[in-house]
Structures are given as C-alpha cells and as structure tokens.
C-alpha cells in the first residue's frame, strides 16, 4: 500500500544480523505487524508490536518502533539461510480491521 | 490446529472466463478477509466477513468479483468475467479477534 513503504531488497550473510525497515504515515496506527512469505506460500505472522510499545523482543526478532518518526524495523539475529524470504510490514489503523501492507523487502541469506 | 485451507492452489483460465476460489477458515475464527496480492506488491483488502455478513466490501470491484460466506464458515469468492489484471495470487485469512490475521497459502490465478 502507498501508505507503508519498504526497501525492497536486502542481501545479508549467513550468521550475521539482518535489519529490515518500514515507514508508514497513519498516525492512528494501533497495531504494526511482520509477516513472512516463503515463495509459493502465505504469509506467515512473526510478530506484532502495539502503538505504545518501543520494542519487542521474541528469540531471534526484535521489533523496534519509533511512532514520532512511524519508523518500524525488525531485527533478525544470526540470520539462517531458511529467513531467505520477503518480509512484510503492515499497520492496522485505529477503528479499522483491515491490514495496510508495505510491497515487501526480499531477504537473500548468502553463504 | 488446522490452519486457513484454500483451493485451488493454482488456476489457468483464459480472459472472460469465470473462475472460483474457496476458502476454509481456522475453527471458530468469526472473522474472514478474502486480499489480492499481485506480483511485487503487499496483499490488499478485498472483502471482510463476520460471521456471514460483510463488514467491508470498498474494494471489491463488484462489477466482476463476489463473494459469500452464506453459514459463517467457508467462503467463496467469484470473478466472472475474469480480466487479464486480475491475475494475482487471492489469499484468504481469518481471526478470532481484532489483532491476529492468519492467512492461507493463497490460490495462484493466471489469466490468458
């Protein structure tokens, strides 16, 4: 959607850290949320972050969210060549069910 | 727990044809999204059922598209005729509350 934006690609190395960002503009967002699809699948819930938290932390993802910038990002520790896949942000607007979705950041795990 | 069943996984039909997706959401899951995801871009909302009545339908383009979901439960969703725009990957989610979307493995449509 026009209103969540991401970088659309991401190349990183097998055991370092990979960090994928997100802008949105809806300053109502309540909830913002990380999904993931393996090609030829669904998209898979990661994790979810309400409006008044900063961050969350969940194994190897951390979620950190500035709402002043409505800036998202999402942190993937010792990164497995299995995270290769494209990774989704997407805000829920306050009083609404529907998910607004960034276009997706493909994640390429190189050996 | 059985996640969100959708079918066909792929479908090749020719421009003005019809075409019909269904989907089997989580048990219990009250709520139903039928989105279009098509090639490079993020998913967007089509229509949202609760229960057996629809809660949103703005971007359904209802000259062609309809959709139903007549006992609370499986959902269908139409095109009829089908356009070449509307090839896209049709995925199918359902929730039991507002802040959990599950989504099913989607039903690849190509239309020629």
């Known amino acids: 959607g026009e209103d969540v934006e991401q970088s659309l690609f991401l190349s990183v190395r097998e055991g370092d850290s990979s960090v994928i960002n997100c802008t949105y503009t809806?300053?109502?967002?309540?909830?913002l949320y990380w999904y993931k699809q393996e090609p030829g699948a669904g998209l898979q819930l990661l994790t979810y972050?309400?409006?008044?938290?900063d961050m969350k932390q969940d194994q190897r993802l951390t979620v950190l969210l500035n709402k002043k910038d409505k800036h998202l990002s999402l942190r993937i520790a010792d990164t497995q060549t299995g995270d290769s896949a494209i990774y989704f942000c997407?805000?829920?607007?306050?009083?609404?069910?529907?998910?607004?979705f960034g276009a997706g950041t493909t994640v390429t795990v190189r050996a | 727990e059985a996640g969100v069943a959708q079918s066909p996984r792929y479908k090749i039909i020719e421009k003005r044809q019809s075409v019909a997706f269904w989907c089997n959401p989580i048990?219990?899951?009250?709520?139903l999204y039928w989105y279009q995801q098509i090639l490079g871009q993020g998913p967007k909302l089509l229509i949202q059922?609760?229960?057996?009545?629809?809660?949103?339908d703005s971007q359904l383009p209802k000259d062609r598209f309809s959709a139903e979901r007549l006992k609370g439960v499986d959902s269908t969703l139409k095109i009829q005729p089908a356009k070449l725009e509307d090839s896209a990957v049709y995925l199918c989610?359902?929730?039991?509350?507002?802040?959990?979307?599950?989504f099913g493995p989607g039903t690849r449509l190509t239309v020629l």
């Open positions: 048990s219990g899951h009250a709520t």
């Open positions: 997407a805000e829920k607007a306050a009083n609404d069910y529907k998910l607004s």
């Open positions: 972050i309400f409006s008044n938290m």
């Open positions: 989610a359902s929730s039991s509350n507002d802040n959990e979307q599950f």
């Open positions: 059922f609760q229960n057996n009545g629809v809660v949103d």
């Open positions: 809806d300053s109502s967002s309540t909830y």
